[in-house]
């Protein structure tokens, strides 16, 4: 297992941006976001980058062309993203069904698929460059709700990236969105599955009423001044590879009392506890660790197919750093399933009651690290024509905001990466720590915790 840290360096040369329009008329309404989607939280950009090797039976296609053609077509199902976000009443969000469109990029890179190798992961090197930020286009209210960049690579492959406001949709609605773009591209006229967007079905009751405890969304008292925040202006970021061998390295360290738990717990508690080590947290500062989890197909959630708005909760389980620190990876494991047992219909209705009755809050706290499950998001699938993507999925991380995706790195181990931000002191004690996993034994004993 090793953090990318790759010197390639390459040259991107970018037409200029452009908007790219609905092919055919779009209502012009305003449409409400729900209590989920417009929470703090979600007002960001998530940038998503997909790699794809050349086919030749694509010889004499451009992708650029055929994939921003395709994208108007597609505009025309789903022209909430054509338009421009506005606030309303008690911060409430909604989009001017405007047409304006969104904004697209065409450029060429001197490199090839090949010479990328392993940085084909988050964060690939000149990821600025693969998706310039357009000056103005980056806010929340009023500026595009999607950023795309088709960049074509010298082996006749190329790179798709977009950047998406967070509040429209999660990475499963944009999956949908992009699977209606490759459809298109592939010549349908009317995408297989139509979009929904009935948000209404997660708004909050009518009283609202908070019936459920939320730590993610607690006010974080820094009493010892080591939860230290996020300059993203002083952090770099590391991407790390969890192979066969260093997986395995963890599960031996985990007793068979704790019963059956998954690659994604395992390694969320094992980041989140390297993490809190190395940030040298106060033993008795309060750590939360946060999980998304996802509503979609569960029993009980009725949300018809097609919906593509945010449909997850971000429940989170509470320790003292040095319970965290001092007890074995069996401690950090039972409080990640804890947080994921939270999940109920209860919980989602009190989330966005809670939105509506506290200003719609934030999680984004110091102390507070979440860890997304985006190993089966289906971006893998998204064919534009090219085929399936060698790397496709999140970026990079985002601020607090990790996540766990699936990874083939260049000697054909199948694994998965989690990339973090970190200020530069605690990245290199965040790397020993997670290098010690191999040449150390976690002691045996639990301490027991009252929070």
């Not at 506005?86 to 698929?113: P, W």
């Amino acid at each position: 297992m090793a953090s990318s840290s790759s010197p390639l360096v390459f040259s991107v040369k970018r037409c200029d941006p452009e908007f790219v329009r609905p092919t055919n008329p779009t209502p012009r309404e305003l449409k409400q976001l729900s209590d989920i989607d417009d929470q703090e939280g979600l007002r960001l950009q998530i940038p998503v980058i997909m790699f794809y090797p050349n086919n030749p039976l694509m010889k004499g296609k451009d992708p650029v062309k055929v994939i921003r053609e395709a994208l108007g077509k597609a505009l025309v199902y789903y022209y909430p993203f054509a338009g421009r976000l506005i606030e309303g009443d008690n911060r409430k969000l909604m989009v001017d069904c405007t047409g304006e469109g969104v904004l697209f990029i065409e450029a060429d890179a001197d490199t090839t698929l090949e010479n990328l190798g392993d940085a084909i992961q988050p964060m690939c090197p000149c990821f600025e460059e693969l998706l310039y930020d357009v000056p103005g286009s980056g806010g929340i209210l009023g500026s595009p709700l999607v950023l795309i960049q088709v960049t074509r690579l010298r082996c006749r492959g190329f790179i798709f990236a977009l950047r998406l406001n967070h509040t429209m949709s999660g990475i499963p609605g944009l999956v949908q969105f992009l699977n209606a773009i490759s459809e298109m591209a592939q010549g349908l006229s009317v995408p297989s599955l139509l979009p929904i967007w009935q948000r209404e079905l997660l708004n909050a009751r009518n009283p609202p009423r908070i019936t459920c405890i939320h730590h993610e969304y607690e006010e974080v008292t820094n009493t010892k001044g080591t939860l230290m925040a996020m300059d993203e202006n002083n952090l770099v970021h590391r991407s790390f590879f969890f192979g066969p061998k260093e997986i395995r390295a963890l599960r031996n360290r985990l007793p068979a009392s704790l019963g059956a738990s998954t690659t994604f717990e395992v390694l969320t508690a094992y980041v989140w506890r390297c993490r809190t080590i190395a940030f040298a947290v106060d033993p008795d500062e309060v750590v939360r660790i946060i999980c998304s989890i996802s509503m979609r197909g569960k029993r009980g959630f009725e949300l018809p197919p097609g919906y593509y708005g945010n449909a997850v909760v971000t429940p989170a389980s509470i320790t003292k750093a040095g319970m965290l620190c001092k007890n074995p990876l069996e401690y950090a494991v039972r409080l990640v399933k804890k947080a994921k047992a939270e999940m109920s219909q209860e919980y989602v209705k009190s989330v966005a009651d809670l939105m509506v009755i506290k200003g719609r809050p934030s999680f984004m706290h110091p102390g507070n690290y979440m860890v997304a499950d985006v190993t089966r998001d289906g971006s893998g699938e998204i064919d534009f024509g090219w085929g399936k993507p060698v790397y496709s999925g999140l970026a990079r991380a985002i601020s607090i905001i990790s996540f766990c995706a699936r990874f083939r790195n260049s000697k054909g181990e199948e694994g998965n990466v989690i990339p973090i931000w970190l200020p530069p002191p605690v990245m290199e004690r965040f790397e020993q720590e997670i290098k010690k996993m191999t040449k150390e034994e976690e002691p045996v004993r639990l301490i027991t915790s009252k929070l």
